[in-house]
């Protein structure tokens, strides 16, 4: 487990990368593009860590792509904490569950990288922690990167998820980092007043096992952040968590004109809370300012 101290001033700055799709034998300019974006991001908004909220890549030579990420991120000199999507893997030993381990395992012991394969009694490729703050042992801040696998979680790592953040104690905030939205995130929309787009159907985990009601239940989570669905960004709060997406930064696949490609930026508070903005390939830094009034009336 790695831990960060927070900067002089109490804070503590996080790029969200997602869906960067990196594809060694195809669209090579546009696979250059998002490397582009990449050292953009990262140079101009200085984050303190990098979070890939996952499709990283998707071919067959994914190993090839997995070096290059590595090298730019050494070279930038960023620490970088991935965490695998759905499509990661899939053409490599026959997809499934062997090939999301073989990608994992392109992940794992990468020089600035923070991946870990995390327990192997519970589900999932890579479920770990980041601590931010205070001491190892006692955090200001605990970061999960959590596999949402290929179709949501599993109720082992929900049980992970709850011992682990009562191991850390009543002290301490959590933001969560994952690929495929919870089911919350359509509740979200829908009954919450929210800020962003939201430009293609929200494809949720099929299987609600209850990882957002433990969350609201421990009372320390602040925000989650996912990708998966390229061209929606937006965020609401429910039950007092902010549910995020980022914004998809890959062009080795779809996308939608005039919606530009960028990154998620967090910037951790002393107070336990956090702000956020979202970072574009033109270069603009901005909070969200589309509002989007909810549908449904509801009592929530």
Known sequence: ?????????????????????????????????????????????????????????????DDLEIDRLASIMEELGVAWAPVLGNHDGQDLAGGGEAGREMFAGFLANRKGGLFELGPKDIAGHGNYTVTVGGTADAPKWVLYLLDSRENGFDFSQVLWYKNTSEAFGNDHSELAFFHIPLPEYDWVWD????????????????????????????????????????????????????????RGSGYQCYGMNGFEHGARIIDLKPDGTFDTQIYTESGALYHQEREHSHKVNSKC
């Open 191 to 246: 009954y919450v007043d929210c800020l962003g787009y939201n430009q293609e159907q929200v494809a949720a985990m099929p299987l609600n096992v209850g990882m957002f009601s433990a969350m609201v239940r421990r009372g320390r989570m602040r925000g989650t952040f996912v990708g998966h669905d390229h061209i929606n960004d937006f965020e609401g709060t429910l039950r007092g968590i902010r549910l995020c997406y980022g």
């Open 1 to 61: 487990m790695k831990h960060f101290s927070l900067n002089e001033n109490g804070t503590f700055r996080i790029c969200q990368l997602t869906d960067i799709h990196l594809e060694h034998d195809r669209l090579h300019e546009e696979g250059e593009k998002t490397y582009a974006l990449i050292k953009n991001a990262v140079r101009d908004t200085n984050p303190d860590l990098v979070v890939i909220t996952g499709d990283l890549a998707w071919g067959t030579n």
